[in-house]
């Protein structure tokens, strides 16, 4: 079972304004948090992002600047998502995306954020090597998952954790175990660097100096 592999870990999904972390807001954030003692918990809100959310986002997601102006902004909404997300796995499809904007939303906050990062993209590629695309659309389809509101973050975050559930029938705990221990592997840092120091590095294109 994924619980054994995992503990303590929170499924999330994240709709923004954008895909730029550091420039673009969230508007939705859902999680579902498995506890290792069987417990789970779902949590979902829109967020009012503060800047006005572009035409084509609103008709990719459904999302309206209307739906979201009297929703919570993120500093409203933080201490529930970091109590979901805390001391958990934080897992996701093409999790650096979320991460990186949850992560960028506290830091607007002047708060840290930081946990051990699970992407389901790359759990498929290494479950499932000999199948064409990783992409969600392309795993719902595949493994025949259905009901399921896409590009909303509660029916994603579904979506991913239907895949997960559909691999832990397909694979043996050990097998499971090995691909995430593998995928959850920290690098190595010199004895000099805290451990937070990959996970400041910011999300975006840029020049770097390394010393």
């Known amino acids: 079972e994924i619980?054994?592999?995992?503990?303590?870990?929170?499924?999330i999904d994240v709709e923004t304004t954008g895909t730029k972390p550091l420039e673009d807001r969230v508007t939705e954030v859902a999680i579902i948090r498995f506890y290792a003692n069987g417990d789970v918990e779902p949590w979902q809100s829109l967020i009012n992002p503060g800047?006005?959310?572009?035409?084509?986002?609103?008709a990719l997601t459904g999302i309206t600047n209307a739906m979201v102006r009297?929703?919570?902004?993120?500093?409203?909404?933080r201490d529930d998502i970091r109590r979901l997300l805390e001391g958990a796995?934080?897992?996701a499809h093409n999790a650096r995306?979320?991460?990186?904007?949850?992560?960028?939303e506290?830091?607007?906050?002047?708060?840290?954020?930081?946990a051990d990062v699970l992407c389901t993209?790359?759990?498929?590629?290494?479950?499932y090597p000999d199948d064409d695309g990783h992409g969600l659309d392309a795993i719902i389809s595949r493994h025949r998952l259905s009901g399921f509101n896409r590009h909303r973050a509660m029916g994603d975050t579904e979506a991913t954790a239907a895949f997960v559930s559909k691999a832990c029938d397909d694979h043996t705990p050990?097998?499971?175990?090995?691909?995430?221990?593998?995928?959850?592997k920290t690098p190595s840092l010199p004895a000099h660097l805290p451990t937070t120091t990959l996970a400041d590095i910011p999300d975006s294109p840029g020049v770097y100096l390394f010393y």
């Open 97 to 104: 995306f979320d991460y990186g904007f949850i992560k960028n």
């Open 89 to 91: 796995v934080f897992v």
């Open 51 to 58: 800047v006005p959310i572009p035409a084509e986002i609103q």
């Open 3 to 11: 619980r054994l592999a995992l503990g303590d870990f929170a499924f």
């Open 70 to 77: 009297d929703a919570p902004g993120y500093f409203d909404a």
């Open 174 to 184: 050990e097998v499971l175990k090995l691909a995430v221990k593998s995928l959850l």
């Open 106 to 114: 506290f830091r607007r906050q002047s708060e840290s954020f930081t």
């Open 121 to 127: 993209v790359r759990l498929s590629r290494k479950l």
